[in-house]
């Protein structure tokens, strides 16, 4: 059973830092894609960030090179380093995972999904 919980959002200043944490269960990373996902009220879901199993990453151009995806497979857990925040980065966000090896499967839908956790970045 696939259990994903996110932790590490909260407030802060434009040009400010946060890293996001999330915990994954029942998830073998090197068979799985991790993405986060952000979505604002009323607002389309955006796919900020996947790494696959083999560790490639890719970003949505609006946070590459503010964002870092990355993964502890010893301790099962995905993390979002954000740098540089602006208050267009205001968001839910949300870890997700599907199985997957290769880069074109992590472009498919997402099956499990955290609760998420709120980011708000004021200017």
């Known amino acids: 059973q696939v259990q994903l919980v996110e932790s590490g959002g909260g407030s802060v200043q434009a040009g400010g830092s946060l890293r996001l944490s999330c915990a994954a269960s029942?998830?073998?990373?090197?068979?799985?894609?991790m993405a986060w996902f952000r979505q604002a009220p009323g607002k389309e879901r955006e796919r900020v960030a996947i790494?696959?199993?083999?560790?490639?990453?890719k970003y949505a151009d609006s946070v590459k090179g503010r964002f870092t995806i990355s993964k502890d497979n010893a301790e099962n857990t995905l993390y979002l380093q954000m740098n540089s925040l602006k208050p267009e980065d205001t968001r839910m966000y949300y870890c997700?995972?599907?199985?997957?090896?290769?880069?074109?499967?992590?472009?498919?839908?997402?099956?499990?999904w955290g609760q998420g956790t709120p980011v708000t970045v004021s200017s």
């Open positions: 997700a995972a599907r199985i997957g090896v290769y880069y074109e499967d992590c472009l498919e839908n997402y099956n499990y």
């Open positions: 790494i696959n199993g083999a560790g490639y990453r």
């Open positions: 029942g998830v073998t990373f090197g068979r799985f894609c």
